[in-house]
């Protein structure tokens, strides 16, 4: 027999969690089902194991630029203590006991297990099948996307989920993919000593921000000892030794002990049962409306929506279904200002619409751009102060719709921009403010000035 509850949500992710939760404590009987770890990616494998990956790589590079600045230094890095931080403190060594007890302590009902849709407000979970008066909310995320490159199945490769567990460093690496998951773990991996090697396929690194973020980042990897190989087809893996062999179209190969595959990630909805509710399981993405509905009774957040594979993303449209599900009345999403991060050092921040974007929509834009090395702040913060502040103005409306903020602290100078990207703060308004000086912040004053020129 089945069994009757409010709400059930399959996919215990970020969004999930929080969605799931906030409707239990609210009263809702609300059941959770996750076959992994209830948190998804973002704690055990994801957004916060990485960023103390990257915080102790940044720690490092500070210590070794301390010559010139303020004294000598000998830096000697230890990968032990930071993969002992990610085990006992960021991820309780890949256990999800304590996520589990605080959902069921807002009074949720959780199952381990693969949930499927058996029809309309309906999930089967292993034997049991729940019926769901309210409905379902589907956050099944993603997963590392692995490309049928001839021979890599055949070798050992790490994902980002290997390269989080890692307890030792191999002395070399190849990182496929220069996106932000490939070059955040190859910056961290280069800074503890290992030889890396960055190959990507299209012509630049970071191929969804400006040009000039990839061009930076490339420049700045360079600097430190990393390879890159942009527009680099890989056409064959091996085993090489006791190490991986890469052939790139041309004949050259490169070699490393380890193999890193971050080539982006992907959605599996064919095992969710959408057919059953009349969906197309062979979609990428499952489509919604402004308010997470995907059917009737059937809301969707999170990756599988293709408006974002962030975390803040499934937050956001966490609380969008959440309202939905209770009856509230309230705004639908709005994707105008989706801001985005990657920690590589400098930090490469984005929000909005990039250049090429802007010009595809036929708007009538200009830019305008300023090095952080110019302002007073970059000055005062010397070496490590690559970066550059760039603005998209909609000219017609006199708003900005995209900016880009690359930095020490990229992602945090980008919140103003971000800010003013969604409320379409008039560009006017913007040059007439106060920047506090001397801060990072206020390079946006210097970039509004080079757009008045532009």
């Known amino acids: 027999m ?6 059930v949500v399959i996919g215990m992710g970020p969004g999930g969690e929080d969605l799931a939760g906030s409707l239990a404590q609210g009263g809702m009987r609300v059941v959770g089902v996750e076959s992994r770890l209830l948190g998804g990616e973002c704690p055990y494998f994801g957004c916060i194991p ?68 058996s029809g309309e407000r ?23 996307a692995v490309p049928p490159i001839p021979g890599l199945a055949d070798v050992p490769y790490w994902t980002n989920r290997e390269a989080i567990k890692a307890e ?45 973020a990839g061009e930076l ?41 380890r193999l890193l595959v971050a080539t982006g990630r ?3 909805l064919g095992d969710l049962g959408l057919e059953s509710v009349g969906l197309d399981p062979k979609a990428r993405f499952v489509e919604t409306d402004g308010h997470m509905r995907a059917g009737p009774g059937l809301w969707a957040i999170g990756d599988i929506t293709g408006h974002g594979m962030f975390t803040h993303m499934s937050m956001y449209h966490a609380g969008i279904a959440a309202a939905d599900i209770r009856g509230e009345e309230g705004p639908g999403a709005d994707y105008r200002a989706v801001p985005r991060v990657s920690f ?16 595809e929509k036929s708007l009538d834009i200009r830019t305008g751009i300023a090095q952080v090395r110019s302002s007073a702040r970059g000055f005062i913060h010397g070496v490590g102060n690559e970066g550059f502040i760039k603005l998209v103005e909609d000219r017609s409306r006199g708003v900005l719709v995209g900016a880009t903020s690359v930095g020490p602290t990229g992602g945090e100078v980008l919140s103003m921009l971000a800010l003013a990207v969604r409320t379409e703060v008039p560009v006017a308004t913007l040059r007439h403010m106060i920047y506090a000086y001397p801060t990072f912040h206020r390079g946006i004053e210097d970039a509004l000035r080079d757009l008045g020129s532009a």
Request: charged share 25%; net charge negative; aromatic share 4%.
């Open 50 to 117: 990485s960023k103390m990956m990257i915080r102790a790589g940044n720690m490092l590079a500070e210590g070794r630029r301390i010559p010139g600045h303020a004294g000598s230094s000998t830096i000697e890095a230890d990968w032990a203590p930071v993969a002992r931080r990610i085990r006992d403190e960021a991820t309780d060594n890949w256990d999800d006991k304590a996520a589990v007890e605080r959902f069921e302590a807002k009074g949720g009902i959780f199952v381990r297990g693969h949930g499927r849709l």
């Open 344 to 359: 590589t050092d400098p930090e490469v921040g984005a929000v909005g619409m990039t250049e090429a974007a802007a010009r």
């Open 217 to 257: 980042i490339a420049n700045v990897f360079g600097h430190e000892g990393l390879v890159v190989r942009t527009s680099a087809r890989v056409v064959r893996v091996h085993a090489e030794g006791g190490g991986t062999a890469v052939e790139l179209e041309g004949g050259e190969q490169v070699v490393a002990d």
């Open 2 to 7: 089945s069994e009757k509850v409010d709400v």
């Open 168 to 212: 030792t460093l191999p002395a070399s690496m190849i990182v496929l993919g220069g996106g932000s998951i490939g070059v955040e773990l190859a910056h961290v991996f280069s800074r503890f000593g290992v030889r890396v090697t960055v190959v990507e396929a299209g012509d630049r690194l970071m191929a969804f921000d400006e040009p000039e």
């Open 122 to 144: 309906q999930v089967t979970v292993g034997d049991r099948v729940f019926d769901a008066s309210v409905g379902v909310v589907l956050n099944t995320g993603t997963r590392p």
């Open 266 to 268: 992907r959605t599996n």
